[in-house]
């Protein structure tokens, strides 16, 4: 299929996707307490999508049953949400999608519940930190490894694993376009980068060994030694200059 440039105005449709996928998530981390379940969070999010006139890009998707994916802990992306309950220390990851105008906005934070140990505070700035250096690399007539080596080289330097088997994506009228965004990779390899193009980028690290398993429920991708993970995620534009994040409020 190759890579889809979008216009001025269809980027123009894609920042009120992500502005709203951002308020969403905002809501959400303002929300989420001990002692709620993660369905609690699920209404929440789809609520919020409804009310500002927003569709939930993952519901249905693939057979997908939620507006939201919580993943909590070892769990690294996918989380469907249900009856388990939030617990004081624990690190969750939030993930929405949101179709405005034909246009999607894809973003993910995780956050800490109450206190959490130092270890899962420091492994949720590198996420965070892996997400911004990846982003500052998507830059026209740059190549798409660059983004790829920023995530995996800050990762890699507090000594953390990027997993390989999910990736970001290209996003437009499809939640998932090409080119697929692997979180390693070699700088000025790959695809180049033009002004136009919009990527959802989202490095998942974990403390532990890269390696994923897949829950019994098809869908929870989990750590396979077990080993805390944290994700974060923005929609972001191509430009002539700076990368602009569509997924901002
Ligand atoms: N942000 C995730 C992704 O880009 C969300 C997909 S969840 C799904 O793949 F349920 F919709 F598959
Ligand atoms: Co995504």
């Not at 308020?23 to 009310?51: F, K, W």
């Not at 206190?115 to 997400?131: C, G, K, M, T, V």
């Not at 993970?229 to 534009?237: D, K, N, P, R």
Request: overall charge negative.
């Amino acid at each position: 299929m190759g890579i889809i440039v979008k216009s001025r105005f269809e980027i123009d449709t894609m920042r009120r996707a992500g502005r709203i996928v951002a308020e969403v998530l905002q809501i959400l981390a303002e929300q989420i307490r001990p002692g709620m379940c993660t369905a609690e969070l699920d209404s929440i999010c789809a609520q919020e999508l409804a009310r500002h006139g927003a569709k939930a890009s993952f519901k249905g998707y693939r057979g997908y049953p939620a507006s939201l994916c919580v993943s909590i802990d070892d769990e690294i992306v996918h989380g469907i949400p249900g009856k388990r309950v939030i617990r004081e220390g624990e690190i969750v990851s939030l993930d929405v999608g949101a179709i405005v105008g034909g246009f999607q906005g894809d973003a993910a934070i995780t956050v800490g519940v109450g206190e959490i140990s130092p270890e899962a505070q420091r492994l949720l700035e590198a996420a965070r930190d892996a997400l911004m250096a990846g982003i500052s690399r998507a830059r026209h007539g740059g190549h798409l490894g660059d983004i790829s080596a920023a995530i995996q080289s800050l990762a890699e330097s507090r000594h953390y694993s990027v997993v390989r088997e999910y990736t970001g994506h290209g996003i437009g009228r499809e939640m998932h376009e090409d080119p697929q965004i692997p979180n390693y990779g070699h700088e000025g390899q790959g695809p180049v980068l033009r002004k136009g193009m919009t990527l959802a980028i989202e490095p998942m690290l974990n403390i532990g060994g890269w390696r994923t398993e897949v829950n019994a429920d098809g869908w929870t991708v989990v750590t396979a030694d077990g080993s805390l993970s944290a994700h974060f995620e923005h929609t972001i534009a191509i430009t002539e200059d700076e990368p602009e994040i569509l997924t901002a409020v």
